[in-house]
């Protein structure tokens, strides 16, 4: 089992930035991928940035390319996603997840563990 844990939401003016974290506890030893995903109020969820436990490869939907960075520090076993000139319909819950096999895949159905998420508003 994997415990994740979100933080780093909240409010911030459109252009603004801020920066989640999810803390992994647990079997994070057999993690090969860690993501970000989000869900906006009655839209699916939805990819937005992964990475590669080791060897730093990083893969991003395109609405997020060049505005955010997703980062690792495996010491503290925690996933960071850097979110820059955040714009009003970049609102909505981002959640992490922990994939047990390699490929840095967009597909929510291959995660196999989900952190409770945290919210971030972008106001116009």
């Known amino acids: 089992q994997v415990q994740l844990v979100e933080s780093g939401g909240g409010l911030v003016q459109a252009g603004g930035s801020l920066r989640l974290s999810c803390a992994a506890s647990?079997?994070?030893?057999?993690?090969?991928?860690m993501g970000w995903f989000r869900q906006a109020p009655g839209k699916e969820r939805e990819f937005v940035a992964a990475?590669?436990?080791?060897?730093?490869?990083?893969y991003y939907a395109d609405s997020v390319k060049g505005r955010f960075t997703i980062s690792r520090d495996n010491a503290k076993n925690t996933v960071y996603l850097q979110m820059n000139s955040l714009k009003p319909e970049d609102t909505a819950v981002y959640y992490c997840?922990?994939?047990?096999?390699?490929?840095?895949?967009?597909?929510?159905?291959?995660?196999?563990?989900w952190g409770q998420g945290t919210q971030v508003t972008v106001s116009s």
């Open positions: 997840a922990d994939r047990r096999l390699y490929g840095l895949v967009s597909n929510v159905r291959d995660y196999d563990y």
């Open positions: 990475t590669s436990w080791t060897g730093g490869r990083t």
């Open positions: 647990g079997r994070t030893f057999s993690t090969f991928t």
